[in-house]
């Protein structure tokens, strides 16, 4: 949250107070309601590897961008080791910003440890036999990302004879897991327990996919709310639902959405792929943001 702050010679940034370890970001990340996640690397760096989500805000360019943070909601601000993360840090609380927190060096947050998972003793058994009767060496953790904050969780095993080199290893209680590079971010929170089927299940409370239920209408929401909006907001904007006609979806897109020369590669190459693959029996999908006011818009929202 932002506050005007009349900041005196005894009010100083103290980092130990933002700064959080790899868990304790990845944890900030997937339970804040409003995570705005900035990356302070060079965009070089930024092109070759960042954070699902991440914005790219070079540390040089960061104090004549401070009108770019949001009011509102938890910024989460990392870089490399060389202290952009704690310049940055500094300059938030001497402009007034107190919900935000920075963890410094971008690799060490692509270490997990088996802390970050909570696997039930039940749960652990099950894996643990399943090794020895598959003749596997690891339990994989998959995850299939359809947006920076929720993704669709499943287990697999590793045969003997498989390499791992290109995989994150760590250990659960002894228990030896991998994950490719891209399934980390959505590693921490993890549960694994055997349900009331007695079946292993494997969930995030705060990061797995919903499955799409309900009216067309309840689908499209929950599309926006659990993957389109997360991905947008990580550049200031978002996506509201303004009606559906015979399939037809119309959009109405606000923030740093609103006016980008860029919205209709969003939209098409973005959001109306998405929606589509989970809803088939949609037609197309609208965007009234520039259309409103014009002759014949696709979608005139009601004024009552």
């Known amino acids: 949250m932002f506050k005007f702050n009349d900041l005196s010679n005894d009010d ?5 107070t933002f700064r959080l370890d790899a ?22 760096d930024y092109e070759a590897g960042h954070l699902p989500g ?3 805000l ?15 909601g938890d910024i989460l601000i990392y870089g490399s080791e060389n202290g952009e993360a704690l310049t940055a840090g500094e300059i938030l609380y001497d402009n007034g910003f107190d919900t935000f927190w920075f963890t410094e060096g971008f690799e060490t947050l692509y270490r997990p440890e088996g802390s970050w998972l909570v696997v039930t003793d039940e749960a652990l058994k099950v894996l643990r036999d399943r090794l020895t009767e598959e003749e596997a060496k690891a339990v994989r953790i998959e995850v299939e990302s359809g947006s920076p904050l929720k993704g669709s969780y499943a287990v697999a095993y590793v045969p003997d004879g498989e390499s791992v080199d290109d995989l994150i290893g760590f250990e ?39 499955e799409l239920s309900g009216s067309i209408e309840e689908q499209v929401q929950t599309l926006l709310d659990d993957q389109i909006n997360p ?5 200031g904007g978002m996506v509201s639902l303004r009606g559906i006609e015979e399939g037809k979806v119309y959009l109405e897109f606000g923030g740093g959405c609103q006016g980008c020369g860029m919205i209709d590669v969003t939209l098409k190459q973005g959001v109306e792929v998405m929606l589509k693959d989970h809803i088939p029996d949609l037609v197309g999908v609208f965007d009234v943001t520039d ?14």
């Open 12 to 16: 100083v940034f103290k980092p130990e």
């Open 23 to 44: 868990r304790a970001f990845w944890e900030k990340r997937r339970t804040a309601s409003k995570p705005y996640v900035f990356d302070l690397r060079s965009p070089e």
């Open 54 to 56: 991440a914005q790219n």
């Open 58 to 72: 070079p540390v040089e360019q960061f104090e004549n961008s401070i009108y770019q943070m949001p009011f509102s």
């Open 172 to 210: 659960v209680q002894g228990t030896p897991f991998v994950a490719v590079r891209e399934a980390v971010p959505f590693l921490e929170g993890t549960e694994i327990f055997i349900n009331g089927e007695d079946e292993l299940e494997i969930q995030n409370p705060n990061l797995s996919a919903k």
């Open 231 to 235: 991905m947008v907001a990580g550049h």
């Open 291 to 304: 259309h409103a006011e014009g002759q014949n818009p696709y979608y005139q929202p009601s004024s009552k």
